[in-house]
């Protein structure tokens, strides 16, 4: 068994100033989700320089209706999964509803947790000038922040739904503002969840550091995609803003079928999977 130890110990470990840095190199960024062992293992392998453990590992995995009912709890164990494959990549997490709302101090306590227990190096929370002060706050205390602008999913009982932002000239302004905030925050990099494309390059254009889009056009220095979308394993989910590069939820439940069947008519298991 190989164990617990580090993937491939002559890959450079990546860090929060080497992804600022990319910007400037001119180097597209790449970065995918995970809530488990095994995927951010996979992802490592496959040299994505970025492992988002996201809270929509609350829609995804915990079956929640929206990303408000994720718990620090949720975030620190599926975070903790996913940093004992040693990546090379860079692991943020996500600071889940609720738990950077309230103030500066509740922030740097629950990134603290996120770190501590569970294996962050980088913390993302959603938001923009209005939640610069925990950014600051956070990062003053030692811990990398990534801003999320746009749509943001954890504010969906006060917006109502899920829209694309960006589209109006006062949206745009009002994204260059936060973007602004958060930059002089201390933010080394920001998400842009489903801004319209035009913004989002013009934002990519004016920021100083990175953005990674989702839905949000070809123009950001990076992109994201939430990782079971990229899979097809929700085949019954169909988010315009990803590309399937694989059907893996009717692989999936071929393979049960095709293990049942033979399990019912008794052909499993067979000589080579009867142990003496
Ligand atoms: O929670 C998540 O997976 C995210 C991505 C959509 C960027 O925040």
């Known amino acids: 068994m190989e164990g617990n130890v580090a993937l491939n110990p002559t890959r450079k470990k990546i860090t929060a100033p080497a992804i600022r840095a990319a910007k400037a190199a001119g180097r597209r960024l790449v970065a995918l989700t995970a809530a488990d062992f095994i995927t951010a293992r996979l992802l490592d392998e496959a040299g994505i320089e970025i492992i988002l453990v996201g809270d929509s590992l609350g829609t995804t995995y915990l079956g929640h209706e929206s990303t408000v009912f994720v718990r620090m709890a949720d975030m620190i164990h599926h975070a903790a999964a996913v940093a004992r494959t040693k990546p090379s990549a860079l692991v943020v997490v996500d600071l889940p509803f609720g738990a950077y709302q309230e103030s500066p101090a509740q922030a740097v306590r629950n990134a603290t947790r996120l770190v501590r227990a569970g294996g962050a190096e980088a913390v993302k929370l959603e938001g923009g000038a209005e939640y610069a002060d925990r950014v600051r706050a956070i ?34 302004v009002r994204l260059e503002a936060d973007l602004r905030a958060v930059e002089e925050a201390g933010a080394f990099a920001v998400v842009l969840e489903y801004v319209a494309s035009a913004t989002a390059r013009r934002l990519t254009e004016r920021a100083v550091i990175p953005t990674i889009g989702i839905g949000s056009g070809p123009g950001c ?22 590309r399937r590069y694989a059907e893996l939820g009717a692989t999936m439940r071929k393979a049960f079928a095709r293990f049942a069947a033979d399990v019912r008519r008794g052909k499993f298991p067979g000589r080579k999977e009867t142990l003496a």
């Open 139 to 172: 990062v003053e205390a030692g811990i990398p922040v990534m801003a999320h602008l746009g749509l943001l999913p954890q504010s969906v009982l006060r917006e109502g739904g899920y829209k694309i932002r960006g589209r109006t000239s006062e949206e745009a």
């Open 221 to 242: 220095d990076g992109q994201v995609l939430v990782t079971s979308d990229l899979l097809g394993l929700q085949a019954w989910l169909a988010p315009r803003a990803a």
